[in-house]
């Protein structure tokens, strides 16, 4: 070991035999299985990237078996440090949401695919990825609405197992869809559908296009698939889902606010007096951040703590959203969520009535101030339950703790949101209207 470091002791194993044999029956649309790559975090690592942070003096070292090819670490983590500080630039945010160039409303499926995405290189891909307790029904209602009006195949899947592949997915329902699609398939998703959404993980879309021919985002093996998200602040989602889950019948229901506050209370005094996060107690936001491959990982329990593990899926997670140059959108400010997704998904329509169908559409959600409140129940809201909790200083320092790993996530996920909503504003996109053979310019909004 070099400088006398000591290695975080974790034996992390993925099936490479299982997976060539599958995939090796795929079609060719379809990533080849790529061999495992070592990453090392560690005090000495050096900085190569202007993504790069390096952080504090005190650094958890720890190696990492994963298998896409050229997935390297952006940034070191601190042990146990609860303020990172870590750089997204204006220029990735800039790229992150640089409009495709399909044409809303064309129904000639061979123009549609004719045309290639500028940050991929392949026609243009979405992939909406719905982490639980986010507003992620609004958003599907959204991509509903607007592959309805712009004539676009938006393919829902549900009940994904996040170590697997998308083929093991359940199919939920389409919208325009050239073809049916009876069980999620990537070759069916890849040559009829244009947008895809549901509780999967990044990087289970991968398959959906051949890699061989990509020229990534960061040149780094990122995905020919733009990825898009929404998040949310921890202890707000985690308040989300206790309301939601009193509202199924999952757990007992209390009859008033300070019913519910004292029955959260002692929910995360329980869980911290065991040493245990946020992660034990909903279904964690690294859930749909971390690859299948980095699902399929496993700790040693014997000899890493639950915050060492934490850590590296909090590492993981961020170097995904940066790996992907995700699109990302935050629940509490929803209506520039909205207007970032609106910018990235193109600004062609092929007719003025098309053109005031998209602007009225758009002009709707962005209206929304937060996304539909799911959770809430008839007498109970998350907002009346934040607010009792507030009241008490010393519990909130315990929720704080709580939540901390996935509050590491969400404040760079928030960095990058709020860096991308400026690139919007700054940018001067045109929107056209296509009538017959002739391009012609309808407007110049700047956002």
């Not at 123009?111 to 307790?133: C, E, G, L, M, S």
């Not at 140059?325 to 520039?336: D, H, L, Y």
């Not at 907002?383 to 315990?398: H, P, Q, R, T, Y």
Request: charged residues 25%; proline residues 2%; contains cysteine.
């Amino acid at each position: 070991m070099k400088n006398g470091m000591t290695m975080a002791n974790i034996n992390l194993h993925t099936s490479s035999t299982e997976k060539t044999a599958k995939r090796n029956k795929k079609d060719d649309h379809k990533h080849q299985n790529h061999s495992s790559k070592f990453l090392i975090f560690g005090q000495t690592t050096s900085c190569t990237s202007a993504l790069i942070l390096m952080i504090g003096a005190t650094l958890m070292l720890m190696t990492i078996s994963l298998i896409p090819k050229n997935f390297h670490p952006l940034f070191e983590l601190p042990h146990q440090s609860q303020n990172l500080k870590l750089t997204y630039t204006a220029e990735l945010a800039a790229k992150a949401v640089e409009p495709t160039v399909w044409t809303c409303g064309e129904t000639d499926r061979h123009k549609q695919t004719a045309v290639v995405d500028p940050i991929t290189n392949q026609r243009p891909f979405f992939a909406f990825v719905h982490v639980y307790k986010t507003g992620g029904s609004t958003v599907r209602e959204f991509f509903r609405e607007y592959a309805a009006v712009c004539k676009k195949s938006l393919a829902l899947v549900a009940k994904c197992d996040l170590g697997k592949d998308l083929e093991d997915c359940n199919f939920l329902s389409c919208v325009n869809a050239p073809q049916s699609i009876e069980r999620v398939n990537s070759t069916i998703l890849h040559d009829n559908y244009d947008i895809l959404g549901g509780h999967f993980s990044f990087g289970m879309a991968d398959d959906i296009f051949s890699n061989d021919a990509a020229n990534p985002n960061n040149d780094n093996g990122a995905s020919q698939v733009r990825h898009m998200t929404f998040l949310r602040q921890p202890i707000t989602r985690f308040v989300s889902h206790i309301l939601y889950q009193q509202k199924q019948g999952n757990a007992d229901k209390t009859d008033t606010v300070e019913e519910t506050v004292e029955d959260i209370k002692k929910r995360i005094r329980s869980s911290r007096e065991k040493g245990e996060y946020v992660s034990s107690s909903i279904y964690p936001i690294y859930d749909n951040l971390l690859t299948p491959e980095q699902h399929a990982m496993k700790y040693d329990q014997e000899q890493t703590t639950q915050e060492q593990q934490e850590l590296v899926k909090v590492q993981l997670s961020i170097d995904n959203l940066l790996r992907y140059n995700a699109i990302v959108g935050m629940t509490e400010t929803f209506s520039q969520s909205i207007q970032i997704f609106e910018h990235a998904m193109g600004q062609i329509v092929n007719s003025t009535r098309k053109e005031e169908e998209v602007q009225e559409m758009f002009s709707r959600y962005i209206g929304e101030k937060e996304s539909k409140n799911g959770s809430k129940r008839n007498d109970i809201s998350t907002g009346s339950v934040l607010k009792e909790l507030n009241k008490d200083g010393e519990f909130m320092a315990i929720f704080r703790e709580f939540v901390k790993y996935e509050q590491m996530i969400v404040d760079f996920a928030m960095d990058m949101h709020q860096k991308q909503y400026e690139a919007v504003k700054k940018g001067h996109f045109e929107r056209y209207t296509l009538e017959s053979s002739d391009m012609l310019y309808l407007d110049s909004v700047g956002m």
